[in-house]
C-alpha cells in the first residue's frame, strides 16, 4: 500500500508522537509497531523518533508494511463501489460471509479480497450477516481501521411482512436468548439498540422500509422488526417464511462517507431483483 503523508499543521513546535496521536489518529501500539520497520517513519526524508520535536510544515511519511492473513479464493470477485486511500467499500451479494469460518473456509469476502489485492491485509468495518446484501467497508490500513466506524453511515432497505407505520424509532435493548448464542431477543437487561424507519412502499402483504441504526448491534434490525410484529420475509430465525424468498430481506443501498479532508461522498447500491420481486418491481 502507499506510504501515508500527512503535513504538520499545528502552529507550534510539538513532540512527534503527541502530533501523531492527537492529529493523526494514531494509537501508541500503532507509532511502536511503525519504530519496527526500517523507514517506518521520517519527517522531511530524515528518520523520526516518536521522541522528535516537528515543526509546523513539516512532512511527515509514514510506512506501513501490510500482512496477508487469508487464504485467496481468485474464483471469487466482489464489485468496489467506491475507494479512496483509505477505505474500500464493495457491493457485497447475500450469502457471502465477511470473513473465515470453520463453516466458511473458502467463500467469503476476505478470500475475495485476498485474490484482489494480493500482499494486503483484509480489516473490514461495519460488517453484514452472511445473507444481508449491500454495501461494506474494509480499511486500507490500520490507522484508517480505528477511524472509519465514525465517517461512515448506512441507511438500509428492508421487505417486512405486514404494515408498519408510516414512520417511527424503536428503542428496545437486545440480548442474547438463553438458548441460543446466535438468537438475539429484545430483554430489559439487554445493551441499548435504536432503529429508526420509515415506510417507503406498501404492496399486498409485504411493506419495503428504509432504516438506519444509531447503535450496531447482532441482528438488531431483524429481531427490531420482529418486535414491533413486521419480521423481514425470509427471516425464519425471528418469525419470517421462506415462502417467497430464500433469504432474508435486508440490504445496505447507501452509504455516506466522509473522507480525511471532511469531504462527503454517497456510495448507493440498487435493490437486489429478489427483493424487488416482493413488492412488485
Known amino acids: 500500500m502507499p506510504d501515508l503523508i500527512f503535513t504538520v499543521k499545528w502552529q507550534e513546535p510539538c513532540q512527534a ?3 501523531l496521536r492527537q492529529e493523526c489518529g494514531l494509537s501508541h501500539r500503532q507509532i511502536s509497531r511503525l ?6 517513519m521520517t519527517v522531511n526524508g530524515r528518520h523520526l523518533r ?6 509546523p510544515g513539516d512532512v511527515i511519511r509514514l510506512h506501513l508494511v501490510d500482512t496477508p492473513n487469508i487464504v485467496p479464493n481468485p474464483l471469487l470477485s466482489v464489485p468496489v463501489a467506491f475507494e479512496d486511500a483509505d477505505v474500500r467499500i464493495f457491493d457485497k451479494p447475500a450469502g457471502m460471509p465477511i470473513h473465515p469460518s470453520q ?27 452472511s445473507n444481508t446484501s449491500g454495501l461494506t467497508a474494509a480499511a486500507r490500513h490500520a490507522i484508517a481501521a480505528a477511524q472509519l466506524p465514525g465517517r461512515i453511515r448506512k441507511s438500509y432497505l428492508a421487505v417486512v411482512t405486514g404494515m408498519p407505520p408510516a414512520e417511527g424509532t424503536v428503542d428496545a435493548p437486545l440480548g442474547r436468548t438463553q438458548e441460543s448464542i446466535i438468537v438475539r431477543c429484545v ?3 439487554g445493551q441499548r439498540a435504536v432503529t429508526h424507519f420509515r415506510t417507503v412502499q406498501q404492496a399486498g402483504k409485504y411493506s419495503l ?8 448491534r447482532t441482528h ?8 414491533i410484529g413486521c419480521p423481514l420475509a425470509g427471516d425464519t430465525l425471528y418469525g419470517g417464511d421462506l415462502t417467497d424468498i430464500g433469504r432474508h430481506a435486508l440490504h445496505c443501498f447507501r452509504a455516506v462517507y466522509t473522507d480525511a479532508g471532511d469531504t ?6 440498487p435493490l437486489p431483483e429478489e427483493m424487488q420481486r416482493l413488492i412488485g418491481g
Open 220 to 227: 438488531q434490525i431483524r429481531v427490531h422488526m420482529a418486535y
Open 209 to 216: 422500509v428504509e432504516l438506519w441504526l444509531e447503535t450496531g
Open 264 to 269: 462527503s461522498h454517497t456510495i448507493t447500491s
Open 103 to 129: 463453516n466458511h473456509r473458502m467463500d467469503t469476502l476476505g478470500n475475495a479480497f485476498a485474490a484482489m489485492y494480493p500482499g494486503e491485509t483484509f480489516r473490514p468495518v461495519n460488517r453484514l450477516d
Open 50 to 55: 516518536s521522541v522528535d520535536i516537528v515543526q
Open 35 to 40: 519504530k519496527q520497520i526500517e523507514g517506518g
Open 187 to 189: 430483554r430489559p437487561d
Open 17 to 19: 508522537e503527541r502530533y
